[in-house]
Each structure stands twice: as C-alpha cells, then as structure tokens.
T-cell receptor
Framework: DAGVIQSPRHEVTEMGQEVTLRCKPI?????LFWYRQTMMRGLELLIY????????DSGMPEDRFSAKMPNASFSTLKIQPSEPRDSAVYFC?????????????FGNGTRLTVT | SQQGEEDPQALSIQEGENATMNCSYK?????LQWYRQNSGRGLVHLIL?????REKHSGRLRVTLDTSKKSSSLLITASRAADTASYFC??????????FGAGTRLTVKP
C-alpha cells in the first residue's frame, strides 16, 4: 500500500487566496483525521470523519476552514480566505476501525505558508 | 485542544544510554499510543497500550500506563543516533477521536 498521500507537499500563497489541501487515505480505512501542527500549538485535531461523515469539527478554527470527504478515497481541507496565521503543517491520517485497537497512519503533510 | 502533556520538552543523551519520556492526560481513554516524528515527515506509530494494560514491550521500547494517575512513560533502551526524533503520546478517547501531546524532542549524540 502507498500509505496516506497528501498533496501538495508545499504551498505558498498570498493572504486572501483560497487554499485547498488534498488527502487520499489508505484503502479500506474508514476513519480520516485532519491535524494542524505549529510550534506554538503542537498537533491540533481539526476534524475527523467516519465512513465519509464528519463526526467532530469542533477543532476547526473558524468558518474560513471547511473539510469534505465526498468518497472513501478522497478528502479536502479548504481555507478561504487564507491568513498568515494559518501557516502551519497540515497532516491527514487514516485508521481502520474504531479507537480501541487501531493506530493512525499519517501522510507526510502539507507545509502551508501564507504571506 | 490537546489532551496530553509530555515532559521533558527536550532530552539530549549519549548513544547507548536510556531515554525516558513521560506523558500525562486529562480524560478517560480507550488506549494510549506513542508516535515518532522525524523532521519534515509524518508521525509513525510505535506502540499502543490499552487502558486495562499496565506495561508493554516492543523491541527496545517499554511503555507503562497508570490510569489512576493518568500518566504514561516511554522508555527507549540502548539508544542510537537514529532514534533522534520527536516523540508524541496520543490518547484514543471514548468517542473515537485521537489527541496528541506537545511532544518530546530527543537528541541522541553518537
């Protein structure tokens, strides 16, 4: 298996622009998580899905952030409009089954820089 | 919001020494997991310990869990330069989400 695939690896954009981050989970995994990592705040859980349905989006910082999972093999995290404080590394992770016995598998992240 | 707190924030040791990292958390959990992150990469799962377990081993890794104190420790024995990385604990909570601590940055000097 190729693992969790995220694109792009790096994104540099200007304040006010729309940014779309993409994630392909491991085939057969029914949970998908989006995290944001910064030096100041560490790894923050933004939102997670089960069977393509958003379960908890309480970590999404503002209405500027939205996430979708139109099918089991694809998810997007969109920021519109972007701001410099959104600069961070965004990780997608997937998992097979519930939390009791299953680890997360992470992608290599998207480093977002908003100037 | 984060769940756990690791300490120390940074740890520097010589190759061959043991490294111990601690994690505390706040809520009831299904299990606790430890992950490793090399610079510029995603996190990689190391070991999982369930809430009804007290100790678990995997190779040079030893994890303990004390649910009464809401704390866990990760011991890496006979460390190697290749163990240099950041280590995170994560709690698998009863609602199936997973939250991470702030991490410990481990440096192993050759």
């Amino acid at each position: 298996d190729a693992g969790v695939i995220q694109s792009p690896r790096h994104e540099v954009t200007e304040m006010g622009q729309e940014v779309t981050l993409r994630c392909k989970p491991i085939s057969g995994h029914d949970y998908l998580f989006w995290y944001r990592q910064t030096m100041m705040r560490g790894l923050e859980l933004l939102i997670y899905f089960n069977n393509n349905v958003p379960i908890d989006d309480s970590g999404m910082p503002e209405d500027r952030f939205s996430a979708k999972m139109p099918n089991a093999s694809f998810s997007t995290l969109k920021i519109q409009p972007s701001e410099p404080r959104d600069s961070a590394v965004y990780f997608c992770a997937s998992r097979a089954g519930g939390a009791y016995n299953s680890p997360l598998h992470f992608g290599n992240g998207t480093r977002l820089t908003v100037t | 919001s984060q769940q756990g707190e690791e300490d120390p924030q940074a740890l520097s040791i010589q190759e061959g020494e043991n490294a111990t990292m601690n994690c505390s958390y706040k809520t009831s959990i299904n299990n606790l997991q430890w992950y490793r992150q090399n610079s510029g990469r995603g996190l990689v799962h190391l070991i999982l310990i369930r809430s009804n377990e007290r100790e678990k081993h995997s190779g040079r890794l030893r994890v303990t869990l004390d649910t009464s104190k809401k704390s866990s420790s990760l011991l890496i024995t006979a460390s190697r330069a290749a163990d240099t990385a950041s280590y995170f604990c994560a709690t698998a909570n009863l609602n199936n989400d997973m939250r991470f601590g702030a991490g410990t940055r481990l440096t192993v000097k050759p």
